[in-house]
């Protein structure tokens, strides 16, 4: 059968237990393994008083060997009456075969077989099969992130109070962007940090939370040049070169930034839709300061600046006899005097 909408989502909460075949499949790779594993979990949950193997085949295997299904489902365990979750990884239409002539004995034993697979067509064998068969069930898994419900149901099984509906809008939306092993490794260190605190978490620690992959040195630097502050930025320019730190891995992050201005400037009045397309998203503080920087700078302003960095870039690809590190702070200094003279003029 074939599973889509609510009805696919509902599946990962509470799957059919009887189901002899379940395929995910999907472009999307971290998604389908992120959802296979929630899977497995569930369950196993349901079947907490049996005793469960869980075995793993890949595509390569199977191919190698393709008796290695049938082996595994006749297989029994001498010491206990166990049943089996097989999750057979990677598949593609090319072992397409040796699993539908495996089904007949699949739905006979006291198996389940977990089905991972990349993008699949319409045309695919293996799809076909098993959304016609009343035992099995297939899904495509989007890089869409995690959905409200799941997202709820996380919150509670680690016990994370939040403060505000906007709290939970921004889990949404970084759900949405990140990976979802590092989302969900993120809300563990947000789960440690309310048991420390004992309080609603809010928006503010949230962002906390999930901008720690965010360097503070070089938000600090990003914030110099846009205030202008000339004499700041030099000196942020020598802390991050006296660290170590290369200061040539810092312009992707400048222009980075820049272009979520331009997006920001450029959207007018519906700014909303602006940060809808950014990555990292904004939220709080730091999409009030986004704003108002825009604002601030204006497209123009921020439009040159952009240039600017680009011309850099191709500097740095084309040429490579030059002083990096003096090219790069110069760059950074022009850009930051930019919005320095721009104060010189409102003022006359």
Request: proline share 2%; with cysteine.
């Amino acid at each position: 059968m074939k599973l889509t909408g609510q009805t696919a989502k509902n599946f990962f909460i509470k799957p059919d237990e009887k189901a002899k075949i379940i395929l995910l499949y999907g472009s999307s790779i971290s998604h389908i393994l992120y959802k296979r594993d929630v899977l497995k979990a569930q369950l196993l949950s349901r079947q907490s008083e049996k005793s469960i193997q869980i075995i793993k085949i890949s595509a390569e295997e199977l191919k190698k060997e393709p008796s290695r299904l049938l082996e595994e489902l006749n297989s029994t365990d001498l010491f206990c009456d166990s049943s089996k979750i097989i999750v057979l990884e990677n598949a593609t239409d090319s072992i397409s075969k040796i699993i539908i002539e495996s089904i007949p004995e699949i739905c006979e034993s006291n198996s389940q077989i977990i089905i991972t697979a990349g993008a699949l067509t319409t045309s695919s064998q293996l799809k076909k099969y098993i959304e016609f068969d009343k035992n099995s069930y297939s899904i495509a898994i989007y890089d869409d992130g995690l959905n409200i419900s799941e997202i709820n149901s996380l919150l509670e099984e680690k016990k994370i109070f939040l403060e505000t509906p906007e709290a939970k809008q921004a889990l949404f939306e970084y759900s949405r962007y990140l990976d979802p092993f590092i989302f969900v490794q993120n809300l563990e260190k947000l789960s440690l940090y309310t048991l420390s605190n004992k309080n609603k978490v809010s928006l503010e620690e949230i962002e906390i939370i999930y901008s720690d992959f965010e360097d503070v040195e070089e938000n600090k630097l990003i914030n110099y040049i846009t205030s202008g502050n000339e004499i700041a930025l030099n000196q942020q320019i020598n802390l991050i070169r006296s660290s170590g730190k290369k200061i040539s891995t810092i312009t992707f992050r400048v222009t980075n930034y820049f272009r979520t201005l331009h997006k920001i400037a450029s959207h007018g009045q519906s700014v909303d839709d602006a940060f809808k397309s950014i990555w990292p998203p904004l939220f709080g503080f730091a999409k009030e300061n986004a704003i108002k920087i825009a604002k601030k700078w204006g497209v123009n302003r921020i439009e040159k600046a952009i240039e600017i960095l680009n011309n850099l870039d191709y500097k740095l690809r084309t040429q490579s006899k030059i002083p990096e590190s003096a090219i790069i702070e110069r760059t950074l200094i022009e850009i930051s005097t930019l919005i320095v003279i721009r104060d010189l003029h409102s003022r006359k």
